[in-house]
């Protein structure tokens, strides 16, 4: 069905690299999400396009045991994203991505905290991969 | 706060006599009417009118009544007519004085300032005799509250 | 204000308009008379202006600018229509709240006084049925300035059925957003803790500040709840308390205390505390206060920025779990965080500059168990990207990290460690796309890895990295250990091929799998994590679903034998009328990771507006392994213009020694139309016609 290479001239992927520049991050998934984003789609200071995003975390508990103990937590996350030009704010493209990651907390609470933190991370890495996945798909409207 | 009549001097004579006054005059006898044009004014007692052009019918010389001397029946101003009346004023296109029935017809544009009030409307029927005034037609009025608290 | 509009003129429009010699002025046939901001619509007015009054009849509608409408069949006011009486009178606020009255008398810009009064925020039909609730009074004043309703000899009325009487009843208004007063009430029942009513009482303090003392009396328990909130110009703080004399632990006072806040500081820093902690370890979940099983207090000073992100804080926690002792669980954490990502001109790429600080303490003594640590660790790592061939991304880093370990309370460790640990990798990606047939969009990525780390530190004991996860969010990373505790060692190939599908009509499908192959075994993973042996569990993900509407995530491990090692789902759907939410959890038993038996559940959270009024909402958590429920819930809301009733019901099965199964009901029952129950412009009935 006709695969060619995103990232050869005239590619999708080709066509976004270098020129999208995300909003500055305010908090520390922000940051973690930015700076997987800009190792993917390539760090730029003069891009003529603006990334904005909100991102929506929500811990669960899982894993209940029955003496009420909670064996494992899910980390829920939505990356809400909209791109405008540099200067104008109609939004040329805008959507939502979602993703979730889980880590144990049967470990000893310092265990724990480390899961989390490294759960909190990877969850970053799938919300900027899938960010950029999605954009790729939309390049054509990015012109 | 004195006694502030609804419209004009409340001691009005209605009886009194009609001077007209005007740049110049035309008499027709047969028809007992009298054209007055060019900055006409009518005086009776405190009440002044003043128009472009009024026409004036007389009274028809009744010779079974000999007592009630000749007069004026009806003044019929056009062209923008001017009122005034004890420190109330009105204004309409035209106005029909019915002396006998002390009744002045204004109508077209009626604007009628009546004490602090100031009303608008397509006609106004004021009632010399016992200062009455009824204003007809999408009436506008604005009521200026005296400083009265 | 009032006095400027006093004296503004009355502005008059009406059919007819008679001049009376006594300054009487007689307006007739649709009368519109306006004052400034306020508005009268009537069929006659006779304005007497010696006496300043005004007389009006037929349909009268006054509007005075605030959302306060006055319907009269007739009514003597003032000519500036402050003063006066309106007969056959309906006062509405907010275009919500309704007052019918026989008379009704406004004294003053301040007070309106109605008598014989019937109020109700329900949409009132012509048919004479009675409105869903409504309260009549002898008597009801609405003082405009306090903003405050008066009720005397109020009866409140369920469909016309008298349910409750008070000679005296004070209500804020409409437009009241922080009056002093009482809540709605809510009768709350359970197992544990009987029958009872808490009873909110809400008192604002200053602008900026405000304080809920809520009691909750019961047959087993006698509690005082409290929530203070302050916003600052730069943050807010919220505290929730609780005190408890009740009958399940007789000699001893219960309380908790869960405090947080944060602030935003000069030159983009952030700081951030909370605080948790109760004095028994089942005392939040017996309340229902929270379902956390360890307590975190923490305080935290962070600032990030595009190109820096810099931490330092400390940790208190204590452990409620009938499994775990505070002192062998470590309780203070301390911990320092910088890293700087630089763009060096001559080289192209990335570099990276970290240093992390961190010390964790146990009060026990005992060797191993009561084991301190006291880390630091600094890295640098450079990386770059080429676009090379026909549209391969080649992508370089190398780096090395080091620091040092240092123990207490641990024989294992004499004294310090120090270690240096070089890594490197070369990463290709090859993303490929394609147009569908019917206009999808189709992206095929290829990624092959060959990564090499040296770690030669053998002795340093495994404490924090004891959870390793496997997904695609460190299919691609050098160390999977979530601490620096433990890093991957030896040459090791990572592989991912990722197929996704956007349907041009919004659907979306994605599907990927990855692999570790390692040049030698690593025994330090434990078996359900994927990742020991030689060649790890294919790690495997897929995503189907709507783009903007239902999405199903799923992620699995599947050993050599395509046999499921773990599962983890969860379907999210937001749809107009609610939201269903789903989860699947399935662990293999793992000592390593301290799960001595298999985990399997479902949970699902539901909520759907099934009819106009009607809100159901269901809440359900299942424990295949030991089949039974461990917690299921239902919620049941009635809410139209004007009354909200929500009653739940919910069970928990789950028990320790010192907790039991409870089952909890909650009613709650609230008028719109007063500011303590606001309705969120709900529905609206309509009349039957």
């Known amino acids: 069905c006709g695969l060619k290479p995103s990232l050869a001239p005239g590619g999708a992927a080709q066509s976004l690299f270098g020129r999208l520049r995300a909003r500055e991050p305010k908090t520390r998934t922000d940051y973690l999400f930015v700076r997987r984003f800009e190792e993917r789609i390539g760090l730029t200071t003069t891009g003529d396009l603006e990334l904005d995003y909100t991102l929506d975390i929500e811990r669960k508990a899982m894993g209940i045991t029955s003496d009420q103990t909670t064996s494992r937590y899910m980390l829920a996350g939505k990356a809400t994203y909209s791109v405008r030009r540099t200067g104008s704010d109609g939004a040329l493209a805008h959507g939502t991505v979602t993703a979730f990651t889980g880590y144990s907390a049967t470990g000893s609470t310092v265990a724990t905290q480390a899961a989390q933190t490294d759960a909190m991370e990877r969850l970053m890495t799938q919300l900027a991969d899938l960010t950029v996945a999605r954009l790729t798909a939309e390049a054509t409207r990015l012109k | ?149 | 204000q009032a006095t400027q509009t006093e004296d503004a003129p009355v502005y008059l429009i009406a059919d007819q308009v008679f001049l009376d010699g006594e300054d009487l002025l007689v307006a007739s046939g649709h009368v519109e008379a306006r004052q400034g901001e306020r508005r009268l619509i009537a069929e006659k007015i006779t304005y007497d202006q010696t006496s300043d009054t005004l007389t009006i009849e037929g349909s009268i509608r006054l509007e005075d600018g605030s959302n306060t409408v006055v319907l009269a069949d007739s009514a003597e006011l003032s000519d500036d229509m402050r003063e006066g009486i309106l007969r056959g009178a309906r006062l509405i606020l907010e275009y919500q709240l309704q007052m019918a009255a026989v008379e009704m008398q406004r004294t003053g810009a301040r007070y309106q006084q109605l008598s014989k009064v019937a109020v109700t925020s329900c949409h009132v039909c012509d048919d004479g049925k009675p409105p869903l609730w409504q309260i009549r009074a002898r008597r009801v004043i609405h003082d405009q300035e306090t903003r405050n309703i008066y009720f005397e000899g109020a009866q409140l009325r369920v469909l016309d059925v008298p349910v409750f009487y008070l000679p005296k009843m004070r209500l804020p208004d409409p437009t009241v957003k922080r009056a002093r007063g009482f809540l709605i009430p809510e009768i709350v029942s359970s197992s544990t803790l009987g029958t009872g009513i808490r009873t909110p009482y809400f008192l604002p303090i200053g602008d900026h500040a405000d304080l809920t003392v809520s009691p909750l009396l019961s047959a087993e328990t006698k509690t005082v709840e409290l929530r203070y909130r302050q916003a600052f110009y730069n943050g807010d703080i919220e505290i929730n308390a609780a005190g408890s004399q009740d009958t399940l632990r007789q000699d001893v006072g219960r309380s908790y205390v869960f405090a947080d806040g944060k602030f935003q500081l000069p030159e983009k820093f952030r700081l951030q505390f909370d605080i948790e902690t109760t004095s028994d370890s089942t005392y939040l979940q017996d309340y229902d206060y929270s379902s956390k099983d360890r307590l975190d207090s923490a305080l935290l000073l962070t600032r990030d920025t595009r190109t820096s992100s810099f931490g330092l804080g400390g940790t208190f926690f204590e452990t409620l779990r009938s499994s775990e002792e505070n002192d062998t669980q470590a309780s203070r954490v301390g911990e320092a965080r910088y890293e700087l990502r630089m763009t060096p001109q001559a080289i192209g790429g990335e570099a990276r500059l970290g240093f992390l600080m961190h010390e964790h303490v146990r009060d026990s003594r005992t060797d191993i168990v009561g084991r301190d640590v006291q880390r630091v660790a600094s890295s640098f790592d450079w990386r770059r990207s080429w676009i090379v061939g026909n549209g391969f991304d080649f992508q370089l880093l190398g780096g090395a990290t080091t620091g040092y370990f240092d123990l207490d309370d641990d024989s294992t460790l004499r004294e310090r460690t120090d270690y240096t640990i070089p890594y490197a990798s070369a990463t290709l990606r090859w993303p490929l796309e394609a147009v569908g047939a019917q206009g999808g969009t189709h992206l095929l990525e290829p990624v092959i890895q060959l990564a090499w780390s040296k770690d030669d530190t053998t002795d340093i004991p495994n404490d924090e990295s004891t959870d390793v996860e496997f997904d695609s969010g460190n299919l691609f990373s050098l160390s999977r250990f979530p601490a620096p505790d433990q890093t991957e060692d030896g040459l090791r190939a990572n592989i991912g091929l990722g197929w996704t599908r956007w349907g041009a009509d919004g659907s979306y499908s994605h599907l990927s799998l990855g692999r570790v192959i390692r040049a030698e075994k690593d025994n330090r993973f434990s078996g359900s994590s994927g990742l020991a042996g030689l060649e790890s569990d294919w790690l495997f993900e897929t995503q189907i679903g709507q783009v903007e509407g239902p999405m199903l995530t799923a992620r699995s491990l599947l050993d050599d034998h395509l046999r499921l090692a773990k599962v983890e789902a969860q379907l999210g759907w937001e749809f107009n009328r609610g939201t269903l939410d789903a989860t699947y959890l399935w662990l293999d038993k793992d000592t390593q990771e301290d799960r001595d038996s298999e985990v399997s559940e479902w949970t699902l959270g539901a909520n759907y507006q099934f009819a106009e009024f009607w809100t159901g909402a269901v809440e359900w958590r299942y424990d295949l392994v030991d089949d039974y429920t461990s917690k299921a819930g239902l919620g049941l809301r009635y809410e139209n213009e004007c009354v909200k009733v929500d009653l739940s019901a919910s069970r928990r099965f789950t028990s320790s020694d010192n907790l039991d199964p409870s089952t909890t009901v909650g009613l709650t029952v609230s008028l719109s139309g007063f500011s303590a129950g606001r309705s969120s412009g709900a529905v609206r009935q309509t009349c039957k016609t």
């Open chain 2, 1 to 149: 706060q004195g006694m502030q009549t609804a419209f004009g001097a409340s001691d009005q004579n209605t009886d009194a006599p009609i001077e007209v006054v005007a740049d110049s005059l035309e008499v027709n006898d047969t028809a007992n009417t009298a054209v007055f044009v060019g900055n006409v004014e009518i005086v009776q007692d405190k009440m002044r009118m003043t128009a472009p052009r009024v026409e004036v019918t007389y009274r028809e010389d009744d010779a079974s009544t000999p007592e009630i001397e000749e007069g004026i029946a009806k003044v019929y101003a056009t062209g923008g007519v001017t009122m005034t009346s004890g420190g109330d004023a009105a204004e309409g296109e035209t106005a029909e004085y019915n002396v006998d029935s002390d009744y002045v017809l204004l109508s077209g544009n009626v604007l009628l300032t009546q004490g602090r009030n100031v009303l608008s409307g397509n006609e106004a029927k004021i009632n010399l005799a016992d200062n009455t005034a009824q204003m007809t037609g999408r009436v506008r009025t604005i009521i200026n509250p005296g400083s009265k608290k």
